[in-house]
């Protein structure tokens, strides 16, 4: 035990440094001893620190490229940046939940009013944008939007916890921070996408309905809806997706919904392709097929189709392509593009393993078509 | 809130005075378990020696690395939004000739550009849009 003799030797002889190493050392106890939380809690405050920091430029940047992308697609007389201040900070009221009946419909009600609300704001921004452009725009301030409010619910529970020196609150902040700054990411990368009009990856499914309906002639239905008759190995497939290239989701509930009722509920299957939330250690692009609506979101699209699907007793089957958060709304991975060839292999092997000859069916591309024709 | 960005990131980049003072004080003790160490080492006191030395360089060694890390962290903070490459393809829909370049504004798939096939003339249309994601880790043998 050569250590503690020498150190101990610091005591008993003139040895001024082992003096000092063993005065740290007491110090050291003592504090971790008394102070060994409010030590943790202070390290936890710094990690919160600096990653709201990024969020902060993350915001700045956001809200820089969108006041650029204004000024520049839209050419506003004055400048919008005011105004685009004033849309940062906007907020929704979910409905009341507390009675559920209708609650459906009073929720596809409000998100009507904010879908008008935001396009008419971006027009008012931007007059000179194009249709395309203004959808485009609405989706670059809406991922700007949830930057801005994602920072100030993390500066709200930072100052809090500072405030209140609470281990608790800062070591929830903490282990969410993570997932926090991925979702923050993923939104920073969709900023960009939807600046410049690039495909994402969530529009897989909307790649795959186009790439079916492509040459066929196409009629607009349902808000923003495009549906083609499609000619698939003997069946009459109408296929749908959102009117691209701008972005766009639609409604595909309320389209699928339509076309049960216009065939008079004569439909033998329905196929919705959308892009699915992957695990880790799952490869982006993978497809997989089960049971269900695959339409994401406020479940008012996803509510229209099993109401219509149950009326007239019409078997729906899904389709999905697998990517994670970040690349559901980044520009596509050449993974996920590939997919769409194998997920088509699909569709055609369930209609021929589900359908006769001469039947209808419905192939419904769910999805954000940014930067994809028709 | 425009000119807070530059702000922030100068805030980040600022040296804590306190991280300072720590390094500065660990700096001056490591530096003195060397210089006691190597006095020892003059007054054969061989075992004093190691003791010191070890503590010296370990101490050094730790707050470099502490220091590297620190650097590190501000520069993952506040490194920018980059900009992901796209690749546009674009494809003679007679003859199937395919042309890669740059994503530009303005592309969409199935697009009909104004680009004529230099073989048949034809007006290509864009096959394609997409990134190429380079994997970094190699396959993992739990996949």
């Known amino acids: 035990m050569i ?33 060994g939380n409010r030590i943790q809690t ?32 839209g050419k506003p007389q004055g400048d919008p940046t005011a105004r685009i201040d004033q849309f ?17 419909w009073r929720l596809e009600h409000l998100l009507d009013v904010r879908d008008v609300r935001f396009k008419d704001d971006v027009k008012l921004m931007a007059p000179q944008a194009d249709e395309t452009q203004t959808n485009n725009l609405e989706n670059m301030l809406e991922a700007a939007l949830a930057l801005n409010i994602i920072y100030k619910v993390i500066r709200h529970y930072y100052i809090f916890g500072k405030k209140t020196l609470s281990l608790y609150i800062i070591m929830q902040l903490q282990m969410i921070l993570p997932l926090i700054m991925r979702e923050a990411e993923a939104y920073a990368s969709a900023l960009k996408a939807f600046t410049h009009g690039q495909p994402i990856g969530d529009g897989a ?16 239905v349902e808000k923003d809806i495009v549906v083609a008759k499609v000619p698939i190995e003997g069946r009459t497939a109408y296929v749908l997706k959102a009117e691209g290239p701008g972005a766009n989701v639609g409604k595909p509930g309320e389209a699928i919904k339509q076309i049960i009722e216009q065939n008079d509920g004569k439909i033998s299957l329905a196929l919705v392709i959308d892009a699915g939330l992957k695990l880790e250690g799952e490869k982006p692009g993978e497809v997989a097929e089960g049971v269900g609506v695959a339409i994401g979101g406020p479940e008012t699209e996803k509510y229209k189709v099993e109401e219509g699907a149950l009326k007239h007793k019409v078997p729906v089957n899904a389709i999905i392509i697998k990517e994670d958060v970040g690349d559901a709304v980044s520009p596509m991975r050449k993974e996920i593009f590939d997919a769409g060839d194998e997920a088509i292999q699909r569709i055609k092997r369930l209609i021929l393993e589900r359908t006769k000859e001469g039947d209808s069916i419905i192939i419904a591309g769910v999805g954000n078509t940014i930067g994809i024709g028709q | 809130m425009g000119e807070k960005m530059s702000e922030s990131v100068s805030q980040e980049r600022k040296i804590s005075p306190i991280f300072l003072a720590i390094v500065l004080v660990v700096l001056l003790l490591s530096l003195l378990a060397i210089y006691q160490g190597i006095e020892a080492y003059m007054n054969n006191d061989l075992s004093s020696g190691n003791l010191f030395i070890t503590m010296g360089i370990t101490t050094l060694a730790l707050l470099t690395y502490m220091v590297f890390q620190t650097r590190r962290r501000v520069l993952r903070l506040t490194a920018g939004m980059p900009m992901q490459p796209l690749i546009t393809t674009i494809e003679c829909p007679k003859c199937g000739m395919k042309n890669i370049r740059d994503f530009q504004r303005g592309d969409y798939i199935f697009k009909e550009t104004e680009q004529q096939c230099p073989k048949c003339n034809e007006k290509m249309n864009i096959a394609s849009i997409y990134r190429e994601v380079k994997e970094k880790r190699k396959e993992a043998p739990y996949s």
Do not use: C, H
């Not at chain 1, 940062?88 to 459906?104: K, R």
């Not at chain 1, 499914?205 to 607009?220: F, N, S, W």
């Open chain 1, 3 to 35: 250590m503690p003799q020498v150190l101990l030797d610091g005591f008993a002889s003139d040895n001024v440094l082992g003096w000092i190493i063993q005065l740290a050392f007491f110090l050291v106890f003592v504090v971790f001893m008394f102070y």
């Open chain 1, 42 to 73: 202070y390290i936890m405050v710094r990690e919160v620190e600096g990653s709201l920091i990024r969020l902060r430029l993350m915001r700045d940047e956001g809200r820089k490229i969108a006041v650029d992308t204004i000024k520049e697609l």
């Open chain 1, 88 to 104: 940062l900070e906007y907020f929704a009221i979910s409905p009341v939940s507390l009675d559920p009946a209708g609650v459906i």
């Open chain 1, 205 to 220: 499914g909307a790649l795959v309905a186009a790439k079916l309906m492509r040459g066929y002639e196409k009629t607009k």
